[in-house]
């Protein structure tokens, strides 16, 4: 511990408030020695990076050669072993659940993860978050801003959506462990579990937002509401690793928007020729039309969004988007919804359909927020 | 409907979102254009604008087969919901569509996401492959011209839309099996037209003159319509073109003067008129307005399919100030011209005869435009057949519905077997529209008992003002000697106006005009002198035996006066040859007293008296008649004696429409004995079922004359300048047995 850290511990610990059968001494006031054996304690105050307490983390801590087991952590992420300790040798202190880039004691600083460990490849429904949670990392980022996947990321900008395929390197130590003197309070940083969230945004055929829609999901989250006014469904914190769920919407009735009074002016003599056209006077019966009553469905392949630069990513948000419907399209099928989009969204005179001359403007249109 | 969308999990700490389209279907845009031209498209109430914008116009126009348009639509499927369409076509008032084009046999592409181009020149097609569409200006073209017509539905009979049926209202359905409510809009319409540029008239062609079983009407009927193409064909608005019916009918017995045998002849004759082949060409606007002639075009024609034309006619004023001029003649015809003028249940109204009197006005059966049946169109005329389909207008009982050609010797062409009625002086202007427009079904808006059709310019053209007349033919002038000026050329246009305000056309069309040539001539006058002076003394005395009568202008070539009275004095000297000569003159004067002869004026006119009967016998006994066509003979002698001749003296027999052997319903002759006008105009008179008129003569009809015009011609009221309105009126054919003598009573 450096002069300043064990200053900065004093402090802490004489700005405590004292640990059970510890004698408050004022600050400014001398303590009066014990005059039997003395006892030492040691106090870990477990928070996240906004100061938010954690009580699921799982300290280890080494005494004179003794564990003690610091679980369960009390509301305030706190654990205080009192005053237990037989002598003053500093405690050891670990997370072994945790990898060593998700804890640092406050008074070090966080440690930029490493990428050391191949992942498993990506399978479908996979992305780095949910593979971050899968594999107990307290955030994407300890994969994610790994030097080591910097590489990768060029095609991949978004955790949210990689390759089936793609292969991550993840920090894979969890090994890490500090030595704290006794008779002091210390606090660590765990990084917060921060659950992901589905952002979806209806819109009609013609991209606007659809605001206003009921809607109901289930499978990765229960919950029912209405679109926003830009047609923003948002679900926080869900199941990271949830690959399936149904949202089903129903859009708003049609705005119908009053006719114009329809003026029939007075047939001049002679009628003029050709006669103006008298719609009245066409009795064909208009063909039968349905009202979108019944909600739509959508099912949700979650995590199943490819990186927009690969061609799968291309053709995912093509069919999100409505320009593709099949689920395994041929590349003819693929080359006249690319050149759909290029005509109606980009407004193409000489469509290509190549994939790759819409994926930049199909990743702002559809992902952008 | 249930799709699978792909979802990015957004980190807590990003803001990525997942956009999601509601999958719909939509017909964004449907309307026909040809170049920069457009119609316009409409869509169902709540769906956006047309994609192509609002513009465009209802009245979008084209020739089918002559040119080719685009259909143009544009459907929004990028979630492939479409699983087909299919185009209607319909015109007012139909239920039903006149054609659908179902597109699930042409295949997906036509219902694809995209915009669309159909090529099509208004076929009807029944597809039966798939096409595939081609790439082309960002979308999809096809093709429906290359697909074999379809000419099995009978609206479209030569395959192609038609000028029957416009305005058309184009109906663009797309179809989704399982996802319709998915799709709004899911139709659209447009409207377009085949619309006219006008009409031209002209004369049918004489295999167009129909046979109605009567050998002698079709031939007179042939020769009518020959006379008014040789005359100008179809006149021109603002023009007359003169009827005439040839009408050589004349009595058969003096007995027929002062009848009504006249009206029944000229009614055998011509019945209920004459039949006139008259041709509408039609003509159509092509998509910039110009004018296709669609019986000089190579395509364009197929449009008439089985569209109606009515034909429709007005009866105009007769014009009797300029025709008879002012008199009491004048006031007889307008007062029977306008009998029940004012009617209000009679259309259209007029002033022509009127069925009461044997004319067809107020007459919704006998049409001047008779039902025809028609034939397929050919390349070959069939003589004696009408080749369009006339059918009786509905509710215009006097007009007609027709329909044209869309192909063979007379495309692009409409027509009627024109019936005026067969009284002359009655006049037609006939008008031909184009009855495509309706205003329930099956009612055409024309087809109204309103005399005044409302109807714009272009949709109809009036023809000139037809004018029927009779026609009687001079066939034959024999003057006796050449000596005899040819009184025929010199006053047919004074004899002509006479007839002429009877709508009575005399024509001079002599195919004889000799001088006389009878080798026999002297024993056939003598033969007739014999009868003469056997029983009248002073025409013996008249008559030398050996008198060569052939070289005199005269009938009989009688003694001058001096001759005559020393001739008698003769005779007395060898009765009485111990008289002496004084008492020889004594007796010869008053023999001459005696037999009113003592002057050369007197003896010419008992001359005249004597021998007449027998210079008109002697004409008959001439035979002239012998191989003449029908019409009229003039058998001109200048008197019926030299006697009177060389006096050069008026009173006297003038002429005498006589019935001689060799004369028949057709053919007459009279004799003329003495140059005159009213004379010449008299003797046809007879001939034509006139009778005298008094007080002179003393016989005379006067039930077939305007009592209170006693200048008849056909009388010997003279001066006699014209015919009174009654003999007018029988002669331009009407019923006399319908008129009165006396002129207001005609009139209601």
């Known amino acids: 511990m450096s002069s300043k850290s064990s200053e900065k511990a004093k402090q802490s610990l004489e700005k405590s408030t004292g640990s059970s059968g510890t004698q408050t001494v004022p600050v400014g006031q001398t303590s009066q020695p014990c005059p ?12 996240d990076e906004t100061g938010k307490p954690v009580k699921d983390a799982k300290p280890k801590l080494v005494g004179g050669g003794t564990t003690i087991d610091a679980a369960p952590l009390d509301d305030n992420g706190r654990f205080d072993t009192g005053k237990t300790l037989d002598g003053t040798d500093p405690v050891e202190i670990s997370f072994p659940t945790l990898f060593n880039c998700d804890w640092h004691a406050s008074d070090t600083g966080e440690a930029a993860p490493v990428g050391n460990t191949s992942l498993p490849p990506i399978a479908d429904g996979d992305c780095v978050i949910s593979l971050a949670a899968a594999k107990g990392y307290r955030s994407y980022k300890d994969i994610w801003t790994a030097p080591e996947n910097n590489a990768l990321k060029t095609d991949r900008p978004s955790p949210g959506s990689l390759v089936v395929g793609d292969v991550l390197k993840a920090p894979g130590s969890k090994e890490k462990k500090v030595t704290k003197p006794v008779d002091a309070e210390w606090t660590f940083i765990v990084k917060s579990l921060k659950k992901p969230k589905l952002r979806i945004i209806v819109v009609d055929h013609e991209r606007k937002p659809l605001p206003n829609c009921d809607w109901t999901l289930t499978g990765v989250a229960s919950k029912t509401g209405k679109t926003g006014a830009d047609g923003l469904i948002e679900i926080l914190d869900i199941d990271p690793t949830a690959k399936d769920g149904t949202l089903k919407i129903t859009p708003p009735p049609p705005i119908v928007r009053p006719e114009p009074p329809v003026t029939v002016p007075p047939v001049p003599d002679p009628p003029p020729y050709p006669m103006a056209i008298k719609a009245g006077d066409f009795k064909d019966e208009a063909p039968d039309t349905k009202e979108l009553t019944v909600p739509f469905e959508f099912v949700l392949k979650i995590g199943s969004l490819p990186a927009h630069k690969h061609k799968t990513g291309v053709t995912a948000r093509m069919r999100n988007y409505g320009f593709l419907t099949a689920d395994n399209p041929t590349d003819d099928q693929i080359k006249a919804g690319v050149k759909a989009y290029q005509r109606e969204i980009e407004k193409k005179d000489a469509p290509t359909g190549a994939f790759a001359d819409i994926q930049e403007d199909l990743e702002t249109r559809h992902t952008k927020a | 409907m249930s799709r699978t969308v792909f979802i990015a999990r957004t980190a807590n700490d990003l803001d990525q979102v997942n956009r999601i389209v509601i999958p719909t279907f939509a017909l964004e845009d449907f309307r026909v254009a040809i170049g920069s031209k457009t119609s316009k498209c409409y869509l169902p109430k709540g769906s956006p604008g047309p994609k192509a914008g609002t513009g465009g116009a209802d009245d979008f126009h084209f020739i089918p087969e002559k040119e080719t348009i685009e259909i143009r639509y544009q459907i929004h499927d990028t979630a492939g919901l479409v699983t087909g369409a299919k185009l209607e076509l319909f015109t007012p008032f139909k239920k039903d569509p006149l054609w ?3 597109f699930d046999k042409l295949g997906a592409d036509w219902w694809a996401h995209g915009k669309h181009v159909i090529k099509w020149d208004g076929r009807i097609v029944k597809p039966t492959v798939e096409q595939k569409g081609t790439d082309k200006d960002g979308g999809l073209e096809h093709d429906l011209t290359k697909i074999d017509l379809d000419k099995s539905l009978k609206d479209f009979p030569e395959g192609y839309a038609t000028l029957e049926f416009p305005p058309y209202k184009f109906r663009l359905t797309l179809v989704s099996k399982d996802h319709a409510e998915h799709g709004k809009p899911i139709y659209g319409w447009t409207y377009w037209q085949i619309l006219i540029h006008g009409f031209e008239f002209e004369l049918g062609p004489k295999e167009a003159v129909p046979d109605t079983n009567d050998p002698t009407a079709l031939q007179l ?21 003169k009827v005439r019916l040839i009408s050589n009918i004349y009595k058969t017995a003096s007995a027929e003067m002062g009848t009504n045998q006249g009206y029944t002849e000229y009614k055998t004759m011509w019945g209920n008129g004459p039949l006139i082949p008259i041709l509408a060409k039609i003509r159509l606007k092509d998509s910039n ?7 000089e075009s190579d395509k364009g024609a197929v449009a008439l399919g089985n569209t109606q034309f009515l034909w429709d006619f007005e009866d105009p ?6 025709q008879i001029g002012a008199g009491q003649a004048k006031t007889f015809v307008d007062d029977a011209i306008h009998y029940k003028k004012a009617k209000t249940d009679e259309w259209p109204k007029g002033d022509n005869c009127h069925m009461d009197r044997g004319g067809k006005r107020g007459d919704s059966i006998k049409t001047l435009f008779p039902e025809q049946d028609g034939y397929a169109a050919a390349d070959t005329l069939t003589e004696g057949k009408f080749p369009f389909e006339v059918k009786k207008a509905k509710k215009r009982k006097w007009a007609a519905l027709a329909k044209g050609w869309s192909k063979g010797k007379l495309k692009g062409r409409t027509g009627v077997a024109f019936s005026p009625s067969r009284m002359a002086g009655d006049d037609y202007q006939l008008t031909v529209y184009l009855a495509n427009e309706f205003t329930k079904l099956d009612e055409h808006r024309l087809d109204v008992a309103d005399e005044q059709l409302k109807a714009a310019a272009t949709i109809k053209k009036k023809t000139g003002k037809f004018q029927v007349w009779r026609q009687m033919d001079i066939v034959k002038y024999v003057r006796k000697k050449n000596s005899i000026g040819n009184f025929v050329s010199t006053n047919i246009g004074a004899i002509q106006a006479n007839y002429n305000k009877c709508y009575t056309h005399i024509e001079n069309g002599q195919i004889v005009n000799e001088q006389l040539n009878a080798p026999n001539y002297n024993t ?6 014999a009868t003469v002076t056997s029983s009248n003394l002073a025409a013996d005395f008249a008559v030398h035996p050996t008198a060569d009568h052939s070289a005199s202008a005269s009938a009989f070539k009688l003694r001058t006066y001096a001759q005559f009275t020393a001739a008698v004095r003769n005779g007395f000297v060898l009765s009485n040859p111990t008289l002496s000569a004084t008492d020889i003159d004594t007796a010869l004067n008053n023999w001459l007293v005696a037999n009113n002869v003592e002057t050369d004026a007197k003896y010419a006119y008992a001359m005249d008296m004597a021998f007449v009967f027998a210079a008109l016998n002697l004409a008959d006994d001439l035979r002239l008649l012998n191989g003449v ?14 006697a009177r001749a060389d006096l050069a003296q008026a009173v006297g027999v003038a002429g005498a429409a006589i019935d001689v052997v060799g004369a028949t319903r057709n053919k007459c002759l009279f004799v003329l004995l003495w140059d005159a006008v009213d004379t010449f105009v008299h003797e046809i008179g007879h001939h034509v079922f006139q009778a005298h008129f008094g007080p002179k003569p003393d016989a005379f009809v006067a039930g077939q004359h305007d009592a209170a015009d006693l200048a008849c011609i056909m009388s010997y009221n003279r001066p006699r300048p014209d015919f009174c309105g009654f003999c007018m009126l029988r002669i331009r054919g009407w019923d006399s047995d319908a008129l009165s003598v006396t002129s207001a009573s005609n009139k209601s």
Not at chain 1, 36 to 47: A, D, N, S
Not at chain 2, 289 to 295: M, N, R, W
Not at chain 2, 317 to 322: H, I, P, Q, S, Y
Not at chain 2, 629 to 641: D, R, W
């Open chain 2, 221 to 241: 009927n042939i020769a009518l319509r020959k006379k008014i193409e040789d005359e100008g064909g179809i006149p021109a608005d603002g023009a007359t073109r």
């Open chain 2, 524 to 529: 056939l006058a003598r033969n007739r002198i």
């Open chain 2, 289 to 295: 307005d110009a004018e296709v002639k669609l019986d």
């Open chain 2, 629 to 642: 066509p029908n019409g009229i003979t003039v058998m001109h002698f200048n008197c019926a004696t030299s």
């Open chain 2, 317 to 322: 004023d007769e014009k009797t100030d300029t």
């Open chain 2, 100 to 102: 659908t084009l179902d």
């Open chain 1, 36 to 47: 039997l054996e003395q006892k030492h304690y040691i106090r870990i105050v477990v928070k």
